[in-house]
């Protein structure tokens, strides 16, 4: 089941904060973050396993809530390299096969 | 870290050809590997699961005889569009767990991009 990204699109100015949301109707074993970068391949992020979990550094994190059923990526100060298309990817729901989200697009102008 | 290696990048060919992709685990092994397409602006879209050493598992939808999947060692898979047609081009990207294992990060080849004139 294909988790659900929020929002489709943020446009930024550089240095200003972003919040991404992924979530699942059911409880999920793992999120995986994804960025994308036109034309090429996603590029691995971070993954939460526990519900609960934070993880990341400052400037790039993301939470996992306890029911494990929703999870945010932050991005705050953003920079310009962080322009691209954002995707979760989830297992859960008796299979350990990841399904990826719509993608948020991100746009950050100087 | 656990790198993926998808050959080749860019593909061009003629509508009725075949054309295969190679999606290689350079420093694990990768007892499963997954094939995704993904059309412009869209997410991707899991089209089967590649298993070392047996059939792979196609998703709903997907033509198990026009995309033929073959992971005949534990470090290579390849994905071969038979009789390709304009309708085909795509974004083909592969991915594999790191160490086989499931839930941990996901390491994704370059992607190939193939465009069927």
């Known amino acids: 089941q294909q988790p659900v990204q929020s929002p489709q699109a943020v446009i930024l100015r550089e240095g200003e904060d972003a919040v991404i949301n992924c979530s699942s109707s059911?409880?999920?074993?793992?999120v995986h973050w994804y960025r994308q970068k036109h034309g090429e391949a996603p590029v691995f992020l971070m993954i939460?396993?526990?519900?609960?979990e934070q993880k990341g550094h400052e400037k790039i994190s993301a939470s996992f809530n306890e029911k494990k059923q929703q999870s945010s990526l932050y991005l705050t100060a953003s920079q310009l390299s962080y322009s691209g298309t954002y995707f979760c990817?989830?297992?859960?729901?008796?299979?350990?096969?990841?399904?990826f989200g719509r993608g948020t697009s991100l746009i950050v102008h100087p | 870290g656990a790198v993926v290696s998808q050959h080749p990048s860019r593909v061009i060919c003629k509508s009725g050809t075949s054309v295969k992709i190679e999606c290689r685990s350079l420093?694990?092994?990768?007892?499963?590997m997954f094939w995704y397409r993904q059309f412009p602006k869209q997410s991707l879209m899991l089209m089967a699961t590649?298993?070392?050493?047996?059939?792979?598992?196609?998703e709903q939808g997907v033509e198990k005889d026009k995309f033929l999947i073959n992971h005949a060692s534990l470090t290579l898979s390849t994905l071969t569009v038979t009789s390709a047609h304009p309708e085909d081009s795509s974004f083909y990207i592969c991915?594999?767990?790191?160490?086989?294992?499931?839930?941990?990060?996901?390491?994704f080849g370059q992607g190939t991009r193939l465009t069927v004139v």
């Open positions: 991915s594999a767990n790191g160490q086989g294992n499931m839930n941990t990060e996901a390491f």
């Open positions: 059911k409880a999920l074993y793992s």
């Open positions: 939460l396993l526990k519900g609960g």
């Open positions: 990817g989830t297992e859960g729901g008796g299979s350990y096969i990841p399904t």
């Open positions: 420093d694990f092994q990768a007892t499963t």
């Open positions: 590649s298993n070392e050493g047996s059939k792979a598992t196609y």
